[in-house]
């Protein structure tokens, strides 16, 4: 049994967990008989919003929505950024390994060659 999650809120209260829909391991998470709703609970709050109100909580939301793919573009490009250095690395390494086993043959043949 699954504990949190937007089964378990009750208005007023804050939630231990809110789990998002499983949009990955659900796919798709919508289809055209998807029915999105707004609980009634959130009806009343937004019916209750006059015209300024209603632009106001619309504002602040796009500015959150925007903030959100700011932050996950950045992340984003920090991961990128990330990965190319690791690949280079591996690259490096992979030529030091090279480079390790052509010395290490040719101080075998050295050593060999100068035995006395």
Known sequence: SRTGG???LQ?????SNFVLPPAFGNS???SEETEVVVSDAEK?????LGPVAMKNVITESSVAVFKL????SFLNGRECKYLQE???VRR??????KRLSESEVSLKAYREQHKT
Do not use: M
Request: proline residues 10%; glycine residues 6%; charged residues 30%.
């Open 6 to 8: 937007p089964h378990k």
């Open 11 to 15: 208005t007023g209260l804050p939630a």
């Open 28 to 30: 798709p998470l919508f």
């Open 44 to 48: 009343s709050i937004l019916e209750g």
């Open 69 to 72: 793919l700011e932050a996950v």
């Open 86 to 88: 690791r690949d280079e």
């Open 92 to 97: 490096q390494k992979e030529l030091l390994e």
